[in-house]
Nanobody, 120 residues
Framework: QVQLVESGGGLVQAGGSLRLSCAAS????????MGWYRQAPGKQRELVAD???????NYADSAKGRFTISRDNAKNTVYLQMNSLKPEDTAVYSC??????????????WGQGTQVTVSS
């Protein structure tokens, strides 16, 4: 059993910043890729950014230059620093992790999501 718990969402004005955190816990042997996805009302879920255990990163075009993903492997935690936020960044942000459990089973794990609202 693996749990992902997100925090850090909220309401912010355009141009502001937020930092999201996602901590993984449970029967974890290792985590390969951790990432952040978002889903706005009426739209499909999309990748925002992801990061490997070796800290290689990948960003959506909409996030490049404004968002920074990082992780603390010792804490099984991934972060998303979001700067220069725009109203179009408003969405539910969810954390994802490719977890190898202690039983050597690969589990695609998701958090419950955290709301980010950017006002104009």
């Amino acid at each position: 059993q693996v749990q992902l718990v997100e925090s850090g969402g909220g309401l912010v004005q355009a141009g502001g910043s937020l930092r999201l955190s996602c901590a993984a816990s449970g029967n974890i042997f290792s985590i390969n890729v951790m990432g952040w996805y978002r889903q706005a009302p009426g739209k499909q879920r999309e990748l925002v950014a992801d990061i490997t255990s070796g800290s290689s990163t990948n960003y959506a075009d909409s996030a490049k230059g404004r968002f920074t993903i990082s992780r603390d492997n010792a804490k099984n935690t991934v972060y998303l620093q979001m700067n220069s936020l725009k109203p179009e960044d408003t969405a539910v942000y969810s954390c994802n992790a490719d977890v190898l459990t202690i039983a050597r089973v690969i589990v695609d794990s998701w958090g419950q999501g955290t709301q980010v609202t950017v006002s104009s």
